[in-house]
């Protein structure tokens, strides 16, 4: 039966118990869930840890109630071999916009966290594009029912019919 | 990896709390709600409340946060019984939510559990790829 591919490049808001059960796939930049592959996650939770190495990355974590979700925010962008073969302008832009997210990332805030979903020691984590720090205390819940709403109204149809 | 290490605090109301609550044991990772009834700067505790439930937390580890009565925070960290004084919570991380919606929070608290136990009885079910 082929793979639904209807939401790879969708970044699909998961809370972390069901971003945590992600399936790998013979690909690594693509996770299954039911049946449906993805590639690109969006989650809100608090910030609960920060392990900050300067030119390098920051890894954290976030906390949504219902899990932990490991991300990494990479700041080797202007070193590493894998950007050099890119446009210089380019590669300087990600790199200011990556300094300007990690220095949001501060333990306790709530923050909105967008990137792909891959995997580092067979644990699944989120390699971070762009982070966004919640201010209104409500946000956090409205992403809750967002994910409840979405799941059952787009991510989970057609499901059933794999069981 | 750093994340292992870390656990998520479950989401509680300090009504649940109670101790025949699953959630009243030792080490629980929780997270909690409530309103600032008192905050004793010498040892750094703060009682919040939530209608008639009450809470010590233990906030001594908590920077750049500051304390005002009446308004409502969040803590995350772990719960240590004791004998003599009831529960507290060692916070690890809080922050004020001043204009949370108790209701839509206490309301939506109810439907992320209920998604979450049908998830968790209907995946075995369902076919992993």
Same mark, same amino acid.
């Given at each position: ?13 998961? /809370? ?56 990494? /925010? ?90 | ?9 479950? %989401?509680?109301?300090?009504? &649940? ?7 009243? &044991?030792?080490?629980?990772? %929780? ?10 700067? &010498? ?40 004998? &003599? ?45």
């Amino acid at each position: 039966m082929p793979m639904d591919q209807s939401l790879l490049n969708t970044h699909v808001k998961l /809370l972390a118990f069901d971003f945590l059960s992600l399936s790998p796939t013979a690909d690594p930049t693509v996770f299954s869930r039911f049946g449906k592959l993805l590639s690109r996650a969006e989650i809100v939770g608090t910030i609960t840890s920060r392990d900050f190495k300067p030119n390098k990355f920051v890894r954290f974590t976030i906390d949504d109630g219902t899990g932990c979700v490991p991300c990494i /925010l990479w700041l080797n962008h202007l070193r590493s071999p894998y950007f050099s073969r890119r446009d210089p302008a380019s590669v300087r832009l990600i790199a200011n916009a990556a300094t300007e997210f990690a220095a949001r990332i501060k333990v306790g805030v709530v923050a909105r966290v967008r990137g792909r979903i891959t995997s580092y020691r067979d644990e699944v984590q989120i390699t971070v594009s762009d982070v966004v720090i919640e201010k209104d205390p409500n946000m956090e819940v409205l992403h809750w029912l967002d994910c409840l709403r979405l799941a059952r109204k787009c991510y989970d149809v057609d499901v059933h019919k794999f069981k | 990896m750093a994340s292992l290490a870390i656990k998520s605090g479950a %989401l509680v109301t300090l009504p &649940e709390l109670h101790p025949s609550s699953p959630f009243y &044991e030792e080490g629980a990772s %929780l997270r909690v709600t409530g309103k600032l009834q008192h905050y004793y700067v &010498e040892t750094a505790i703060a009682i919040i409340a939530d209608g008639s439930a009450t809470l010590n937390i233990d906030t001594q580890h908590l920077r750049d946060l500051s304390f005002r009565v009446g308004s409502i925070y969040q803590f995350i960290g772990e719960l240590h019984i004791q004998q &003599e004084n009831g529960a507290i919570l060692q916070a690890r991380v809080g922050r004020n939510v001043d204009g949370l919606d108790l209701n839509l929070y206490h309301q939506s608290l109810q439907l992320l559990r209920q998604f979450h136990a049908d998830r968790m009885n209907n995946s075995s079910n369902l076919m992993q790829f």
